[in-house]
């Protein structure tokens, strides 16, 4: 059976974009790593079939694959956790996801990178020098630099987000400060100032990259704003007081104009972002 989209990742706004891929009519097959993990808005579903499968343990993907697939958008990372487990979860398994997309006959591979992959620098565009620092954002570097091998058999687009967030997202750079400020943790950040973005907000822009025809890279992101400022705003979401924090004075910001004028991007202001993405934390 041929499906029309391959998606690894179903948790935060994957679920959304699958069930937007549904509503099209597309079929999916899903990658979950248990059977447990499966939403309950998924069932009942018709067009969407499950695999089950932990990036980070070293996979045989054709074991559990489709033979057939249109399209790849591979979100599934891991943020935090020992070096050899983001490795696997974040370049080792795109790597054999390549492979597998490049002797099955994939049209179009879409990859959800990383803003971090720039490392520092204000309103970064596209062109920026990449400068990776800490392991995370290095994983995703390595994981790009794959794509020069297989660009001449793939349709390769890259989408760098930064700083995504979003109900259902549990991890990642803004979750950690919220589970922090939750716990009355104090907060620390090599950043002073980030252009974080609502998950939900890329599904729209990652569908028309998708069906665009094209190969490019492209950055998705928020406006600026301080760290210092998100973290006040989550504690008074979550009706805990931020009690300490620790900011050092890096930028880290992005432009993400191409996305806006091309694919139509809009963002939600960020007051609305995180009580949407967090509210249920309280």
């Not at 390595?142 to 687009?157: D, G, H, S, T």
Request: glycine letters at 8%.
């Amino acid at each position: 059976m041929e499906f029309d989209n391959l998606i690894t990742s179903p948790f935060g706004f994957g679920e959304r974009l699958i069930l937007e891929l549904l509503q099209r009519g597309e079929s999916v097959y899903a990658i979950f790593p248990t059977p447990k993990d499966v939403p309950m808005s998924f069932l009942g579903k018709k067009n969407i079939k499950y695999g089950f499968l932990k990036f980070e343990h070293d996979p045989v993907l054709e074991k559990t694959l489709p033979r057939r697939v249109k399209h790849v958008i591979h979100i599934f990372e891991v943020y935090g956790g020992r070096f050899s487990k983001v490795f696997k979860a974040n370049t080792l398994a795109t790597l054999l996801l390549l492979d597998w997309a490049k002797n099955g006959g994939v049209e179009s591979f879409t990859y959800l990178s990383s803003g971090e992959v720039y490392g520092m620098g204000k309103d970064l565009t596209e062109q920026a020098a990449l400068e990776p620092h800490g392991f995370y954002a290095t994983t995703k570097y390595q994981a790009e630099m794959f794509f020069k091998y297989y660009q001449r058999v793939l349709r390769i687009n890259s989408v760098r987000v930064f700083f995504p967030f979003g109900d259902g997202l549990e991890q990642g750079f803004v979750f950690d400060m919220a589970y922090a400020i939750k716990s009355s943790n104090p907060v620390e950040s090599p950043f002073d100032m980030i252009t974080p973005t609502l998950g939900d907000d890329i599904v729209s822009p990652l569908l028309k990259i998708r069906d665009s025809g094209q190969s490019g890279v492209y950055n998705i992101c928020g406006t600026p704003i301080k760290v210092h400022t998100i973290a006040e705003q989550l504690g008074q979401i979550l009706g805990n007081e931020l009690k300490k924090a620790k900011i050092r004075e890096h930028i880290l910001t992005g432009d993400s104009t191409p996305v806006r004028e091309k694919f139509g991007y809009v963002e939600t202001p960020i007051n609305d972002a995180l009580e949407q993405a967090f509210a249920h934390m309280r």
